[in-house]
């Protein structure tokens, strides 16, 4: 009988491991929101603006290949450079990067690309809570339903690794160490910000980054550079602020938080109408992004018990091509391990 597998947690780690599996495997994806995890993306009045990861850095010739044949025309290349500021407000030139990419429905839909062409069934709304191990098989509720499968992928953040590794009724050491190491784990926390104008704000540069890192705003993105995000005439920011800035403000309110970002970019750009945006959106991410990664012969102990770990804080790079990579290598290991040749 084909092996039964489970990947739990469909951001782009997920959806790595789900096209990695074997395609003789019997493929779920268990995901508590809406596919993408942090490469996410929201839409108001006919514009839509990612929120989490701004675009995704493609250097590696085989994750591109892979990317593109996935998403196909979804898949759009952001063709403005970014440009750099210092803490005195200079803006210069950057050295040229690697290509950035989005999604023309938002950053979110190259996660469920992915997942489509995987061809694992994927449900969407389905909290994992509980994970054991049960005469040779792993068994997690969903919903309340127990359901069994043959080997697990773990592709959630830290936080919930460690939520489901203390509660797990699987008698191996390894356990008790996985869920320290990831409680370990420490993360930054990041603002986000969108601002909406009812005119277009032009620039030669797609994005500013901060050189420092300790601004107020560390990066601004024109989401009108990401083709089919905002109507012609319109323009929408989005904003990274700071660590720093975050972590001293942390009882701001959303309004105060956007305002104040409006000013300093206003400064920054030097364009008054900046100042006072029609509408504006604000996330925060208290775990944004990992700064340090799982000890690699740590994690590869739970795969004799057909159990994978993917995702950034497994990488210890806390970027979506690095997440992806996770995925992809935990999907090759559960193949190796159940004796199937990887389908990526
Ligand atoms: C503000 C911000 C900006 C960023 N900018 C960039 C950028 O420009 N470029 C870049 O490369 N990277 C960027 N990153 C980093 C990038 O977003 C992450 O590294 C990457 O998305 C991590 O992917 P993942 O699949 O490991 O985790 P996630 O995307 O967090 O996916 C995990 C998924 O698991 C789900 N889940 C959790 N618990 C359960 C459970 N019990 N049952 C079922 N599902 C569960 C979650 O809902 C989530 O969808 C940014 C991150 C942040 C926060």
């Known amino acids: ?58 250097a590696d010739a085989d994750l591109r290949d892979l990317v593109t044949d996935a998403a196909g025309d979804t898949l759009v290349e952001i063709d403005r450079p970014v440009k750099q500021f210092d803490a005195d407000g200079t803006i210069s030139e950057r050295p040229e990067e690697f290509p950035r990419f989005s999604g023309r429905d938002g950053i979110d839909s190259l996660v469920r690309s992915l997942l489509d062409i995987s061809g694992a069934r994927v449900e969407e709304g389905a909290t994992v809570t509980t994970l ?37 009724d699987w008698d191996a050491a390894v356990r008790g160490e996985l869920a320290r190491a990831a409680d370990d784990i420490a993360h930054r926390t990041i603002d986000v910000v969108a601002l909406h104008y009812p005119f277009a704000f032009e620039a030669e540069y797609y994005g500013l980054v901060s050189i420092e890192r300790a601004s107020d705003v560390v990066w601004m993105g024109r989401e009108q550079c990401k083709p089919g995000h905002v109507p012609d005439g319109e323009s929408v920011l989005t904003l990274q602020l700071g660590s720093l800035w975050s972590a001293a403000n942390a009882n701001a309110t959303a309004r105060e938080t956007a305002i104040e970002s409006a000013h300093y970019v206003a400064r920054l750009v030097g364009d008054d109408r900046l100042r006072e945006p029609d509408w504006w959106d604000h996330h925060r991410w208290g775990r ?47 193949a190796d391990r159940l004796g199937c040749e990887p389908n990526a």
Request: contains cysteine; proline residues 3%.
């Open 1 to 58: 009988m084909d092996p039964s597998v489970c990947v739990i947690g469909g951001g782009i780690a997920g959806a790595g491991a789900a096209l990695a599996l074997p395609n003789t495997a019997d493929v779920t994806v268990f995901e508590s929101r809406s596919v993408g995890g942090r490469l996410a993306s929201r839409r108001r009045e006919g514009c839509i603006y990612d929120v989490g990861t701004d675009h995704v850095l493609l």
């Open 288 to 334: 944004g992004v990992p700064t340090a990664g799982l000890d690699a012969a740590l994690h590869n102990r739970t795969l004799d018990a057909a159990l994978a770990i993917a995702g950034d804080w497994v990488a210890g790079v806390g970027q979506a091509h690095a997440a992806l990579a996770s995925g992809l290598r935990a999907g090759r290991q559960l």
């Open 132 to 168: 054991d191990r049960r005469g040779g098989q792993w068994v997690v509720t969903v919903a309340g339903e127990r359901r069994a499968f043959d080997a697990v992928v773990l592709a959630v953040p830290a936080a919930a690794a460690v939520v489901l590794f203390e509660g797990a």
